[in-house]
C-alpha cells in the first residue's frame, strides 16, 4: 500500500494517479505488474495523506532465488504530469539454511 499527499487536482476536484509497479530480482531480471489506478478520489487538503487504492503483495517460492530484491512503485500524477520512483528493498531468504 501507498500512503500519498499533493496530488494536483483536476478540473472535477478529483486526483489522477496511477502506479505501476516493477520486482527486480537478485540476478537483474524484472517483473512489472502494470499500472493500476492509485486515486481517483478528491484531492485531499494540503498537508493530509491519504492511503492509495492499490495493494501488491509479493509471494516468494522455493524457485525464487534467495537474496536481495528491488521493488518499485512508479507513481504519476496526470494533472500535474509529475512521476516519482519509490523504491524498497525486500531480501528473500533460504529457509533451509
Same mark, same amino acid.
Given at each position: 500500500?501507498?500512503? +500519498?499527499?499533493?496530488?494536483?487536482?483536476?478540473?472535477?476536484?478529483?486526483?489522477?494517479?496511477?502506479?505501476? @509497479?516493477?520486482?527486480?530480482?537478485?540476478?537483474?531480471?524484472?517483473? %512489472?505488474?502494470?499500472?493500476?489506478?492509485?486515486?481517483?478520489?478528491?484531492?485531499?487538503?494540503?498537508?493530509?495523506?491519504?492511503?492509495?487504492?492499490?495493494? $501488491?503483495?509479493?509471494? +516468494?517460492? #522455493?524457485?525464487?532465488?534467495?537474496? #536481495? @530484491?528491488? +521493488?518499485?512503485?512508479? $507513481?504519476? %500524477?496526470?494533472?500535474?504530469?509529475?512521476?516519482?520512483? $519509490?523504491?524498497?528493498? $525486500?531480501?528473500?531468504?533460504?529457509?533451509?539454511?
Amino acid at each position: 500500500m501507498l500512503l +500519498f499527499a499533493g496530488c494536483k487536482p483536476g478540473n472535477d476536484g478529483r486526483c489522477h494517479v496511477d502506479v505501476k @509497479y516493477q520486482l527486480i530480482s537478485p540476478d537483474g531480471s524484472s517483473q %512489472d505488474f502494470g499500472s493500476t489506478p492509485l486515486s481517483r478520489r478528491t484531492a485531499p487538503k494540503p498537508g493530509i495523506m491519504e492511503l492509495g487504492d492499490t495493494v $501488491v503483495i509479493l509471494e +516468494f517460492t #522455493r524457485e525464487d532465488p534467495a537474496g #536481495r @530484491y528491488l +521493488f518499485v512503485a512508479t $507513481v504519476t %500524477d496526470h494533472n500535474s504530469n509529475k512521476t516519482i520512483e $519509490v523504491p524498497a528493498q $525486500v531480501t528473500a531468504m533460504d529457509s533451509s539454511v
